[in-house]
């Protein structure tokens, strides 16, 4: 399914994206989303915090995911969040690609312009990768066994979003 996704997006040529700056990353959730298999271009908006983490990432994505899947009608959604998965590991800046990030959506618009993350304010849809560049996470994709894969995203809010395998997140001032 990824690769027919991605053939159909690869009409519109995506190394050339809509917007005027170039892309920081790719990202993609090829094997755990289908909405987002198909890399989109990614570029950093701004850093977020919450009560326990300071390290999230505000990006906005091209070409935008549909909303309608999540009830938003004909509204697309342009801005994800995206958080580091495991701990160790960072975004500020990306030392190892790929890097392995949770996506969440956000469903409180306040949080772009305080710069912060309150509890029910994000929704996590997906895990996803992060690439360099396009031809990574395109290649990504195309050496990917094909899983069986949900077609909506589960709907999950969290106060907080954690490392994987850590009991702490990053706390303010480390």
């Known amino acids: 399914m990824a690769r027919k996704l991605l053939t159909r997006s690869l009409r519109r040529d995506l190394s050339k994206p809509t917007d005027a700056k170039a892309p920081d990353f790719y990202l993609s959730t090829a094997g755990e989303y289908e909405g987002l298999a198909v ?5 950093i908006e701004a850093r ?3 009560r326990v983490r300071v390290d999230h990432l505000l990006v906005r994505i091209d070409p935008p995911l549909e909303g309608q899947g999540f009830g938003l009608g004909s509204r697309d ?3 994800l969040v995206l958080t580091v ?3 160790g590991t960072a975004l500020f800046p990306i030392k190892e690609w790929p890097a392995h990030v949770y996506v969440a959506r ?3 618009d ?5 710069g912060s993350i309150g509890s029910g304010q994000v929704q996590i849809i997906a895990w996803g990768t992060l690439f360099r560049t396009l031809a ?5 994709i195309m050496t990917r066994p094909r899983v069986s894969v949900p077609r909506r995203p589960q709907t999950l809010t969290v106060p907080v979003i954690r490392f994987w395998g850590g009991k702490r997140g ?5």
């Open 136 to 140: 990574e996470a395109t290649a990504s």
């Open 106 to 108: 956000i469903l409180d």
């Open 110 to 114: 306040s949080i772009v312009a305080t």
């Open 77 to 79: 959604i342009k801005q």
């Open 85 to 87: 998965i495991f701990d």
């Open 170 to 174: 990053l706390r303010r001032g480390r």
């Open 48 to 50: 977020l915090s919450d």
């Open 39 to 43: 890399p989109r271009a990614c570029r």
